[in-house]
Nanobody
Framework: VQLQASGGGLVQAGGSLRLSCAAS????????IGWFRQAPGKERELVVA????????YYPDSVKGRFTCSRDNAKNTVDLQMNSLKPEDTAVYYC??????????????????WGQGTQVTVSS
């Protein structure tokens, strides 16, 4: 499946952004989706993983309560609403897909398909 992330930008601390990941090429509902981010000099980290039906999600503590992920399988999109942004949220954000019958997948190495990334910069 091909993925394209969009919606990044520059925002002040405390502000909000909404990222979107659009998929094409295969039946979107067969894929679990993950959002990851990578800041300069740091390892890539999971932001959220969402199941095929969107009913199961996993957020690490770093974003729990501030970020919300949802998907629309009819539109082949997965959105990431990011609120109360902090400077430490600054990174390139990527969406990734894996065809799977599992609930959610949290390891980045298990995702074969990746979008191109979108930059999120949070100023203090």
């Amino acid at each position: 499946v091909q993925l394209q992330a969009s919606g990044g930008g520059l925002v002040q601390a405390g502000g909000s952004l909404r990222l979107s990941c659009a998929a094409s090429g295969r039946t979107f509902s067969l894929y679990v989706i993950g959002w990851f981010r990578q800041a300069p000099g740091k390892e890539r980290e999971l932001v959220v993983a969402i199941s095929r039906d969107g009913l199961s999600t996993y957020y690490p503590d770093s974003v729990k309560g501030r970020f919300t992920c949802s998907r629309d399988n009819a539109k082949n999109t997965v959105d990431l609403q990011m609120n109360s942004l902090k400077p430490e949220d600054t990174a390139v954000y990527y969406c990734a897909a894996r065809e799977s019958d599992r609930g959610i997948v949290t390891r980045d190495s298990l995702y074969p398909d990746w979008g191109q990334g979108t930059q999120v910069t949070v100023s203090s």
